[in-house]
């Protein structure tokens, strides 16, 4: 029954004709896996323009969708693209969701509507798979006992994840509320302040390191690879980064294999390409670009390896599969890893300038496709404005769950865009790198005196400049050509905007 309510009520949201209806009403609500990467930028794969590494299963799904090229994460770092994705507001509208250590709190409350808890009460069982990186626990986390609140409390049935970053400690994985193969005789300490007595670091021993910090990272050994952070005991526990790829992907299909006969979403997300870059030793030397790129060839697999789950199950025409990324590209973010030396002529964010961290377009512009064999059709592009923050109103519409109006999100229903059915998509949006900027239309216009324009650590242009700043990012996409000066009055109209969107999420 609610079935069908939900199908007729998801027809007349996506405003199907009669034909495309019949062949809809074929098909069970879909199972939803969304495959976010990290730190992948616009021009990392090959369906985008890369050719220096391979991608063929990225490729497929952009050959068997639609690839967007004007989506963007709402924010240039982590924690607050996966906050927006994850609850459907903008996450500068609340303190405290910068990039997080990983010892911090859960930073969405629980009883929050989010993207998980809305598909779960569609029916859907929910599970996330990879890096987390949005706080666990409500105070001072005790990795020994039961780790709570986090994503079990927020919509996820299910969660086996990277608790921070793969740089950061605690460098241990957590499965629904328990650290993995903990030896309770060897308990697990964690300090972002100092290191703890006895405890090897990278700072006082780096000849014990198989790869180098180039800033920060000189902290807890792991692996033999220094962090951000320090941490005692847990031994049994600690992760060996090689294996990330095929623990996580295995994880994830068994996710799929066991929910194959009821509707599932499926959040994947990977922890390639983020620092320490340390690929399986089949993918190493596989690009000729080092372990940056050799991260890609993995997480190129890594999807396969989803891709073949469903199909295996025979799932692959009901499953609405998506892939983006949570921040643009950066080549040293804190370790020698050769990636800005063998670079070449690939270009990570294709023609954006600036890169993860940055105002500039790379930080934000990242690539999304979509997958849906019969109805979202075949090697497709879209030009489509569109943010991540768009999936909980867009999937929440696809299942048959509107969000309530009272919610006050950012989240707009993009359901038709997100089918490839229409290309208009938002009239504007914010992209955030610690100044906000706004697109509408055309026209971007960073907000000024935010901070400093460069950082020469991880040699990225930021965006930043005492004053404002306008690009015509369509005929000038590298935002080359400052035009402020020229067009005051465009200044004075997406200033005003930006203040209306600051005031209220609904305008
Ligand atoms: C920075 C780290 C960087 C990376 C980033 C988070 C230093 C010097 N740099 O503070 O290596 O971990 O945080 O990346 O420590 S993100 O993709 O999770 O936002
Ligand atoms: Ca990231």
Same mark, same amino acid.
């Given at each position: 029954? %609610?079935?069908?309510?939900? =199908?007729?009520?998801?027809?007349?949201?996506?405003?199907?004709?009669?034909?495309?209806?019949?062949?809809?009403?074929?098909? &069970?609500?879909?199972?939803?896996?969304?495959?976010?990467?990290?730190?992948?930028?616009?021009?990392?794969?090959?369906?985008?323009?890369?050719?220096?590494?391979?991608?063929?299963?990225?490729d497929?799904?952009?050959?068997?969708?639609?690839?967007? @090229?004007?989506a963007?994460?709402?924010?240039?770092?982590?924690?607050p693209?996966?906050?927006?994705?994850?609850?459907?507001?903008?996450?500068? =509208?609340?303190?405290?969701?910068?990039?997080?250590?990983?010892?911090?709190?859960?930073?969405?409350?629980?009883?929050?509507?989010?993207?998980?808890?809305?598909? &779960?009460?569609a +029916?859907?069982?929910?599970?996330?798979?990879?890096?987390?990186?949005?706080?666990?626990?409500?105070?001072?986390?005790?990795?020994?006992?039961?780790?709570?609140?986090?994503?079990?409390e927020?919509?996820?049935?299910?969660?086996?994840?990277?608790?921070?970053?793969?740089?950061?400690?605690?460098?241990?994985?957590?499965?629904?509320?328990?650290?993995?193969?903990?030896?309770?005789?060897?308990?697990? #300490?964690?300090?972002?302040?100092?290191?703890?007595?006895?405890?090897?670091?990278?700072?006082?021993? *780096?000849?014990?390191?198989?790869?180098?910090?180039?800033?920060?990272?000189?902290?807890?050994?792991?692996?033999?690879?220094?962090?951000?952070?320090?941490? &005692?005991?847990?031994?049994?526990?600690?992760?060996?980064? !090689?294996?990330?790829?095929?623990?996580?992907?295995?994880?994830?299909?068994?996710?799929?294999?066991a929910?194959? #006969?009821?509707?599932?979403?499926?959040?994947? $997300?990977?922890?390639?390409?983020?620092?320490?870059?340390? *690929?399986?030793?089949?993918?190493?030397?596989?690009?000729?670009?080092?372990?940056?790129?050799?991260?890609?060839? !993995?997480?190129?697999?890594?999807?396969?390896?989803?891709? /073949?789950?469903?199909?295996?199950?025979?799932?692959? =025409?009901?499953?609405?599969?998506?892939?983006?990324?949570?921040?643009?590209?950066?080549? /040293?973010?804190?370790?020698?890893?050769?990636?800005?030396?063998?670079?070449?002529?690939?270009?990570?964010? +294709?023609?954006?300038?600036?890169?993860?961290?940055?105002?500039? !377009? $790379?930080?934000?512009?990242? *690539?999304l496709?979509? &997958?849906?064999?019969?109805?979202?059709?075949?090697?497709?592009?879209?030009?489509?404005?569109?943010?991540?923050?768009?999936?909980?109103? @867009?999937?929440?519409?696809?299942?048959?769950?509107?969000?309530? %109006? %009272?919610?006050?999100?950012?989240?707009?229903?993009?359901?038709?865009?997100?089918?490839?059915?229409?290309?208009?998509?938002?009239? #504007?949006?914010?992209?955030?790198?610690?100044a906000?900027?706004?697109?509408?239309?055309?026209?971007?216009?960073?907000?000024?005196?935010?901070?400093?324009?460069?950082?020469?650590? @991880?040699?990225t242009?930021?965006?930043?400049?005492?004053? *404002?700043?306008?690009?015509?990012?369509?005929?000038?996409?590298? !935002?080359?050509m400052?035009?402020?000066?020229?067009?005051?009055?465009?200044?004075? =109209?997406?200033? %005003?905007?930006?203040?209306?969107?600051?005031? #209220?999420?609904k /305008?």
């Open positions: 029954m %609610a079935d069908k309510l939900n =199908r007729r009520w998801f027809l007349r949201q996506a405003g199907l004709g009669l034909a495309a209806a019949s062949g809809l009403q074929a098909a &069970r609500r879909p199972n939803i896996v969304l495959i976010y990467a990290d730190d992948v930028g616009y021009g990392d794969i090959g369906c985008y323009g890369a050719s220096a590494v391979r991608t063929p299963n990225l497929r799904i952009a050959g068997q969708g639609v690839r967007f @090229t004007n963007h994460a709402t924010s240039a770092t982590c924690t693209s996966r906050f927006s994705l994850l609850t459907g507001e903008y996450a500068w =509208r609340q303190q405290g969701t910068g990039i997080l250590p990983g010892d911090a709190p859960l930073i969405i409350p629980p009883g929050k509507l989010t993207l998980p808890g809305i598909l &779960r009460s +029916g859907y069982r929910t599970g996330v798979v990879g890096k987390w990186h949005l706080g666990l626990g409500a105070g001072k986390i005790d990795w020994n006992g039961e780790i709570t609140p986090g994503p079990n927020i919509g996820f049935d299910y969660s086996f994840i990277i608790p921070a970053t793969p740089d950061r400690v605690p460098c241990v994985l957590v499965e629904n509320h328990r650290v993995v193969n903990l030896d309770p005789a060897d308990p697990i #300490s964690v300090s972002y302040q100092q290191a703890f007595p006895g405890e090897l670091t990278g700072h006082d021993h *780096p000849e014990l390191l198989k790869m180098a910090p180039s800033h920060g990272h000189d902290g807890a050994i792991v692996n033999g690879v220094s962090r951000i952070g320090f941490m &005692r005991g847990g031994r049994q526990a600690r992760w060996v980064d !090689e294996n990330f790829a095929d623990i996580l992907t295995r994880k994830a299909t068994d996710f799929v294999d929910h194959r #006969s009821v509707p599932f979403f499926l959040y994947y $997300a990977a922890h390639e390409i983020h620092v320490p870059r340390m *690929p399986n030793p089949r993918f190493v030397g596989s690009t000729g670009m080092g372990p940056r790129g050799d991260s890609i060839a !993995e997480l190129d697999w890594c999807v396969g390896r989803i891709l /073949d789950a469903l199909e295996r199950n025979g799932l692959t =025409r009901d499953t609405l599969l998506l892939f983006s990324s949570d921040n643009g590209p950066v080549l /040293d973010d804190g370790y020698r890893d050769q990636a800005v030396e063998r670079v070449g002529t690939h270009k990570p964010a +294709g023609v954006y300038r600036g890169g993860k961290y940055s105002n500039f !377009e $790379a930080g934000t512009r990242v *690539p496709m979509a &997958r849906w064999p019969g109805q979202i059709r075949a090697d497709s592009v879209s030009p489509a404005l569109v943010s991540q923050v768009d999936l909980l109103a @867009t999937l929440g519409a696809l299942t048959g769950q509107a969000p309530p %109006a %009272a919610a006050g999100l950012d989240s707009r229903n993009l359901l038709p865009v997100l089918l490839g059915r229409t290309p208009r998509g938002r009239d #504007s949006l914010t992209e955030y790198a610690g906000l900027a706004v697109v509408q239309g055309d026209w971007k216009m960073i907000e000024g005196g935010k901070g400093p324009a460069f950082n020469p650590q @991880t040699g242009e930021l965006g930043n400049s005492p004053v *404002p700043q306008l690009y015509n990012i369509r005929t000038d996409p590298a !935002e080359k400052d035009v402020a000066k020229e067009h005051p009055e465009l200044v004075t =109209r997406l200033s %005003a905007l930006l203040e209306k969107i600051k005031r #209220s999420p /305008d």
